[in-house]
């Protein structure tokens, strides 16, 4: 009976965060592709366009 209660539990968001509106996971890691490819462009744009000229 503990088995079944315990594992239920363990699957349940706590109270405080289920009122949080979590975005979905692919947006997560489409935004951090993003966020990496601009801090580098950042911060290598003058090797970036030493290349195109």
């Known amino acids: 009976m503990s088995d079944t209660n315990s ?7 706590p109270a405080r965060m289920a009122r949080l509106a979590w975005p979905k996971s692919k947006y997560g890691v489409i935004l951090a592709i993003i966020i990496i490819i601009v801090i580098n ?11 195109l000229k």
């Open 7 to 13: 594992k239920e539990n363990e699957n349940k968001t």
């Open 41 to 51: 462009l950042i911060y290598y744009r003058d090797a970036i366009f030493s290349f």
